[in-house]
T-cell receptor, first 114, second 113 residues
Framework: ETGVTQTPRHLVMGMTNKKSLKCEQH?????MYWYKQSAKKPLELMFV???????ENNSVPSRFSPECPNSSHLFLHLHTLQPEDSALYLC?????????????FGPGTRLLVL | AQSVTQLDSQVPVFEEAPVELRCNYS??????LFWYVQYPNQGLQLLLK??????LVKGINGFEAEFNKSQTSFHLRKPSVHISDTAEYFC???????????FGQGTELSVKP
């Protein structure tokens, strides 16, 4: 497989459930990102990892917990979510640098919280 | 802090017509500028980016954009659109020190036959 893959593609969960989103990149990158895409709103950067270290947490509630075990894999652990957390969650990767790098996105996980 | 404004949320256009999608940004520091496209049920894909040099940037699928520093704009253009260009288009900026992408709200381009 090539590029950035995300699983699952769709997820429905209750507010008391615990689930995890998975992202894998096959591009040899060392920076990975989680974004939230809600309808009619700009993409919101949630977390950034460079060389497995978290370098950005954009004031994300603690019910979202990221994990980056290696440069190729990124997880987003979800627990006690709220209905307003329903959105498309996008993962991206790039070479680390100072802003000029292209980010490569996965297809996203569409999350519905009931 | 940077911000990006995409002036049109929806742009309907007929096939083979020209199109311009508008993007304005604000920043107190030098920035890099990007246009990404999102086709239905897919992630974002880079169309083009401005880093430095010539202000006219050519991208994939026949798109181009012009960086205008005085007007803080980076409008995207295509002289003749196809049905397959129907998608959502996002303008983004990143500052040259932090490297964080800030996206606009998106413009939905709808190409009709």
């Amino acid at each position: 497989e090539t590029g950035v893959t995300q699983t699952p593609r769709h997820l429905v969960m209750g507010m008391t459930n615990k689930k995890s989103l998975k992202c894998e990149q096959h591009l040899g990158h060392n920076a990975m990102y989680w974004y939230k895409q809600s309808a009619k709103k700009p993409l919101e950067l949630m977390f950034v990892y460079n060389f497995k270290e978290q370098t950005e947490n954009n004031s994300v509630p603690s019910r979202f917990s990221p994990e980056c075990p290696n440069s190729s894999h990124l997880f987003l652990h979800l627990h006690t979510l709220q209905p307003e957390d329903s959105a498309l969650y996008l993962c991206a990767s790039s070479h680390p640098g100072q802003g000029q790098e292209t980010q490569y996105f996965g297809p996203g996980t569409r999350l519905l919280v009931l | 802090a940077q911000s990006v404004t995409q002036l049109d949320s929806q742009v309907p256009v007929f096939e083979e017509a020209p199109v311009e999608l508008r993007c304005n940004y604000s920043s107190s520091v030098s920035v890099y500028l990007f246009w990404y496209v999102q086709y239905p049920n897919q992630g974002l894909q880079l169309l083009l980016k401005y880093l430095s040099g010539s202000t006219l940037v050519k991208g994939i699928n026949g798109f181009e954009a012009e960086f205008n520093k005085s007007q803080t704009s980076f409008h995207l253009r295509k002289p003749s659109v196809h049905i397959s260009d129907t998608a959502e288009y996002f303008c983004a900026v990143s500052d040259r020190s932090k490297g964080k992408l800030i996206f606009g709200q998106g413009t939905e381009l709808s190409v009709k036959p």
